[in-house]
């Protein structure tokens, strides 16, 4: 297992700029809410600090709604074609507040991490007393903060998981990196945000594990 480097953080906008940010996206309307409402619920977690994140409960707006919103080099963010069932990707071990807005966190990419596999990172982010970020937590991450994604510095949110029938867990675990317009991603996709998947078992040099300390309504 590779040595741990120091950990990435980058700075979020106020909690009050990023309800507008999602607002601007019409991603309230998504989730059948009103503009007013994420207003007033930015304005009430009040005392957030540059590393809390505005998020939408998944069950609200699903990541395929979210992927197309994501803007990097002038592309749209798109999911991989071969994940079609993207959105049955649910929380796992990760409890979320009942509630359809909610802020996480201690929001951290997970650098020191690079190289690692999921099975490796999740008991390590587990003894951080860190949980990692869900697919959509992500998505709304670089909604926010598009700097939280850099070529050769993306990350994995193995919060998510699928339960295939039977209970056993599918092996795909989702992460979000940036498209080399290779293969069917295809050439206009190059330097686009991309929703794609890894292996449980395998290791990449270029994503880290994003996770928070916490969530709260």
């Not at 919060?159 to 675990?173: C, F, H, M, V």
């Amino acid at each position: 297992m590779p040595d741990s480097a120091s950990a990435h953080h980058i700075a979020l906008p106020p909690l009050a700029s990023q309800a507008e940010r999602l607002i601007e996206l019409g991603v309230h309307e998504l989730a059948g809410t009103t503009a007013e409402d994420l207003r007033a619920f930015a304005e009430d977690g009040g005392g957030a600090d540059g590393n809390t994140l505005l998020a939408v409960h998944p069950g609200l707006v699903p990541a395929s709604a979210l992927a197309p919103l994501l803007q990097l080099n002038g592309k749209s963010g798109f999911v991989v074609v071969d994940m079609p069932d993207v959105d049955l990707f649910a929380p796992h071990g990760v409890d979320l507040p009942d509630a359809p807005l909610y802020l996480v966190t201690g929001v951290d990419r997970g650098d020191h991490m690079a190289n690692w596999s999921p099975e490796e990172a999740l008991p390590a982010l587990t003894e951080e007393h860190r949980t990692p970020l869900l697919l959509t937590e992500g998505i709304h991450w670089v909604l926010q903060q598009p700097d939280a994604l850099e070529r050769n510095h993306c990350f994995m949110t193995i919060g998510s998981r699928l339960r295939k029938a039977g209970g056993a867990l599918d092996a795909r675990t989702p992460a979000i990196w940036i498209s080399n317009g290779s293969g069917r991603d295809g050439r206009e996709r190059r330097n686009a945000p991309k929703v794609g998947w890894c292996w449980w078992g395998n290791r990449h040099t270029w994503l880290g594990f994003a996770s928070a300390t916490g969530r709260r309504p």
